[in-house]
């Protein structure tokens, strides 16, 4: 079952953007219809007209009140539109009954990013993890197929009508296939799995691109590795994660890791069916966060990808360090160029990521990246056992900030014990900022003198 009829010819929608009174302002509402307008475009669906709309609450039947739902209606049927977009989630009631009102299929953000990725899917894990996040979908929807089939039937009863034994005979149905699927997507994250333990006895660190969609990650990549990647100006065009070899700028092998792109409010159907792919993500040794730093929304999109990696890594001890590509700098005029340019000099001072500007269109900046990637696995990192104070919480940030720490362990007197890794220069910044940790461990408090801690030699 698709939501939009791929075999009709080009059908036609009308994009709405809600502005409800209740809901943060943090986003431009402009920017956030022409974000809906290009997923329906991705859809190859024809934008007719694209509207915000206000309103002061969402309203359980149908989403709209009754004045506005005659408002919509009307300019429906003005349009000819096949297809109502509404750029947030809908429940199933809200989006039988708005479709029951209107005369026209509606589709909600979430079911619209869907049938993107149902159309993008191209490798079988792909395939498989669509097509688990649309059944977890569909299942939550039932009640739009069978409601009005249980009234004309007029089922009563604590037996319940036909309609409602069609919809538990439908879950079951649903809930077997889900089953499998994910029996499927085990074998799967175990053949990964094996692949990655094949890739560390030939020891090449991970670089996995990830970002926002269309911020311009596999055009990176291609650049970076000569590779023929679809690249397009769409969202999602790159689902299925892509591994290349890469020789750096030093001479050291990477293998370059292309990953699905992220978006504002994806999904949790997604994030949970593509588990299986984003723990390239997890298991990296490097994150590259490729921005559209050319884009009005750029510090809200990389708020909204720092998101959704919390969400992928909250099952892991540690996280990858991370890097910012801030991309697309050849769309900025001149005085934008430079303004970018003071910033991503002066990044990685306060606790931020370090960002460094490029173009992957042009190819300027890619090799001052590799560069900056190179530095990030610096060789000569050694390992250090560290032990750090309650008082000491900054330090303890400051190293996750560098995404130097391996294991930890907090002891039953509040101490924090810590495998980290630190290159030569890192050590050293860890010293002049935080002196007395090395000379307040204490020995006291941990029942036994413990190995001095030292920078290990190689």
């Known amino acids: 079952m698709h939501l939009i009829d791929r075999q009709a010819p080009v059908q036609r929608a009308l994009v709405i953007h809600p502005l409800r009174s209740d809901a943060s302002a943090s986003r431009d509402p402009d920017l956030r219809l022409i974000e809906a307008c290009g997923l329906a475009e991705a859809l190859d669906l024809e934008v007719a007209d694209a509207r915000l709309a206000p309103l002061r609450q969402v309203r359980p039947g149908a989403y709209f009140g009754?004045?506005?739902?005659?408002?919509?209606?009307?300019?429906?049927?003005?349009?000819?539109?096949?297809?109502?977009?509404?750029?947030?989630?809908?429940?199933?009631?809200?989006?039988?009954?708005?479709?029951?009102?209107?005369?026209?299929?509606?589709?909600?953000?979430?079911?619209l990013i869907l049938e993107i990725f149902a159309r993008r899917a191209r490798t079988r894990e792909g395939r498989l993890q669509v097509e688990l996040a649309r059944l977890s979908y569909e299942k939550s929807r039932l009640v739009k197929t069978w409601t009005h089939l249980e009234r004309q039937r007029g089922g009563t009863g604590k037996t319940g009508g036909p309609g409602e034994r069609q919809i538990e005979l439908d879950r079951r149905m649903i809930a077997d296939k889900i089953l499998k699927l994910k029996k499927e997507l085990e074998e799967v994250k175990r053949t990964r799995a094996l692949q990655r333990a094949s890739r560390k006895r030939v020891p090449y660190p991970v670089i996995a691109l990830v970002g926002y969609t269309n911020a311009g990650k596999s055009t990176l990549f291609n650049r970076a590795a000569s590779a023929d990647v679809f690249a397009k100006d769409m969202p999602f065009a790159t689902l299925d994660t892509t591994l290349r070899a890469v020789r750096t700028p030093t001479g050291r092998d990477v293998i370059l890791s292309d990953t699905v792109g992220f978006i504002t409010d994806l999904p949790t159907e997604l994030v949970a069916a593509f588990r299986a792919t984003l723990e390239e993500v997890a298991q990296a040794d490097l994150l590259v966060h490729v921005r559209d730093i050319a884009?009005?929304?750029?510090?809200?999109?990389?708020?909204?990808?720092?998101?959704?990696?919390?969400?992928?890594?909250?099952?892991?001890?540690?996280?990858?360090?991370?890097?910012?590509?801030?991309?697309?700098?050849?769309?900025?005029?001149?005085?934008?160029?430079?303004?970018?340019?003071?910033?991503?000099?002066?990044?990685?001072?306060?606790?931020?990521?370090?960002?460094?500007?490029?173009?992957?269109?042009?190819?300027?900046?890619?090799?001052?990246?590799?560069?900056?990637?190179?530095?990030?696995?610096?060789?000569?990192?050694?390992?250090?056992?560290?032990?750090?104070?309650?008082?000491q919480g900054a330090a303890r940030a400051w190293l996750f900030r560098k995404g130097a720490v391996r294991q930890e362990e907090t002891d039953e007197q509040g101490f924090t014990h810590l495998k980290v890794r630190l290159t030569a220069d890192d050590a050293a910044r860890f010293v002049a900022q935080w002196p007395q940790i090395l000379s307040e461990v204490p020995f006291v408090a941990l029942g036994e003198v413990p190995e001095p801690v030292h920078f290990l030699e190689a």
């Open 295 to 391: 884009h009005a929304e750029s510090d809200n999109q990389r708020r909204d990808v720092e998101l959704v990696l919390d969400r992928v890594l909250t099952d892991h001890e540690s996280r990858p360090p991370l890097i910012e590509a801030w991309n697309k700098i050849d769309c900025l005029d001149e005085a934008g160029a430079a303004y970018v340019r003071a910033r991503a000099a002066a990044s990685g001072l306060d606790g931020t990521a370090q960002g460094i500007c490029v173009s992957a269109l042009t190819g300027e900046g890619v090799k001052e990246l590799f560069a900056l990637i190179d530095s990030e696995l610096a060789l000569d990192a050694r390992p250090v056992d560290l032990v750090i104070g309650p008082d």
């Open 66 to 111: 009754t004045g506005k739902i005659e408002e919509l209606k009307a300019y429906c049927e003005e349009l000819k539109v096949d297809v109502l977009i509404l750029d947030h989630q809908m429940s199933p009631v809200q989006q039988r009954n708005l479709e029951k009102e209107l005369q026209v299929k509606v589709v909600d953000r979430t079911g």
